[in-house]
């Protein structure tokens, strides 16, 4: 059974950091490609960050320059390091990753950013 659990988010002020963890259980994320999406309420989910099998990543222009996606082989999971946080960074955050021919989610973490 694949399980993805996010946690890391919280309340944090401008220009602050939150690192976001996606730890998997039923999949190995270090061969499969894992995103990172985020979705404020009234808005379509959005891609943030991904990295695939082979470590490639990719960021959205928006988030570009301030975060970091990673991965840890040995505890299987994925991170997502967020620096010079802005209020429209603030979003419910959900881990993705493809296995079995399937589109897996996490149940997401709240991220609040405050001004």
């Known amino acids: 059974q694949v399980q993805l659990v996010e946690s890391g988010g919280g309340l944090v002020q401008v220009g602050g950091s939150l690192q976001l963890s996606c730890a998997a259980s039923?999949?190995?994320?270090?061969?499969?490609?894992v995103g990172w999406y985020r979705q404020d309420p009234g808005k379509q989910r959005e891609l943030v960050a991904t990295?695939?099998?082979?470590?490639?990543?990719n960021y959205a222009g928006s988030v570009k320059g301030r975060f970091t996606i990673s991965r840890d082989h040995a505890k299987n999971t994925v991170y997502l390091q967020m620096n010079s946080l802005k209020p429209e960074d603030t979003a419910v955050y959900y881990c993705?990753?493809?296995?079995?021919?399937?589109?897996?989610w996490g149940q997401g973490t709240q991220v609040t950013v405050s001004s």
């Open positions: 993705n990753a493809l296995w079995g021919g399937q589109n897996n």
């Open positions: 990295i695939t099998g082979g470590g490639s990543t």
């Open positions: 039923g999949i190995i994320l270090r061969i499969t490609n």
